[in-house]
């Protein structure tokens, strides 16, 4: 008589105060200053204005000089005026950029910032004889949904470089020339004379590419101004 085939059954295995899932496993980041935490990123629906941060690594420093203001200005004319992602405003301070973008999808928005740091990295790293990375993390994007909520973030990207101090150094300096100023229309104190849609700087040739797009909608446009124009020696408080 044929003897049974003895039944095997999977075993659990002891239990471990090491590894598995739980709150907190996994390797660390190792990092000189919190990082941007790698969750999914919210829909869009193309009329959301998205303000973007992006920090530098240490080796790519004092951005606000005039080469690499004017790499970094050239890398913003290439890729600013993309139809999934147009980039409307921008400041540079010492190691890190402010944006303002108009992005039509969640996968518009990732393509554009990708577009805007390769060539901004390549000319940087050109400007300095480097190679490798620049940008010191991932870009850390605020939703900005409501009129209130857009001129704050106005004002704080183009006064930023008075919540810095940097405008103690050149108190002849009306606005920041290290930023998108001179292409803004919404000045308190240029209200009294009439500007173009889009003013266009001296300094800007007529053939050359301006370095930020013109905003379509309305909370970029139009919304915005609800809550009054901008002064120019307005200082931002903390990002809300």
């Known amino acids: 008589m044929a003897r049974a085939r003895k039944r095997w059954v999977q075993q ?3 239990s471990s105060a090491r590894g598995g899932k739980r709150k907190g496993a996994g390797r660390k980041r190792i990092a000189p200053r919190p990082q941007v935490k790698h969750r999914t990123r919210a829909e869009l629906n193309g009329r959301t204005p998205v303000h973007v941060t992006l920090r530098l690594l ?19 004319a290439r890729v600013a005026h993309r139809d999934d992602c147009r980039i409307c405003q921008y400041s540079i301070q010492g190691n890190h950029l402010h944006l303002i973008v108009e992005p039509g999808t969640k996968r518009g928005l990732s393509l554009g910032m990708i577009a805007f740091k390769t060539s901004c990295a390549r000319r940087l790293n050109g400007v300095v004889g480097r190679r490798g990375r620049v940008f010191a993390d991932r870009y850390h994007a605020r939703y900005l949904t409501s009129p209130a909520q857009v001129r704050r973030a106005l004002c704080y990207v183009l006064n930023n470089w008075r919540r810095h101090g940097e405008h103690r150094a050149h108190p002849e300096w009306r606005t920041d020339p290290f930023s998108s100023a001179d292409f803004f229309d919404g000045w308190t104190e240029s209200q009294d004379r009439p500007r173009p849609k889009r003013p266009r700087p001296w300094w800007l040739g007529p053939e050359e590419t301006p370095p930020v797009a013109d905003a ?17 020696r307005e200082t931002p408080g903390p990002r809300s």
């Open 12 to 14: 659990e295995l002891p």
């Open 58 to 76: 240490p080796e790519i420093t004092r951005l606000r000089r005039r080469d690499q203001h004017r790499e970094i200005r050239h890398a913003l």
């Open 216 to 232: 379509r909608f309305w909370l970029l446009t139009t919304g915005w101004r609800m809550y009054g124009t901008i002064g120019t």
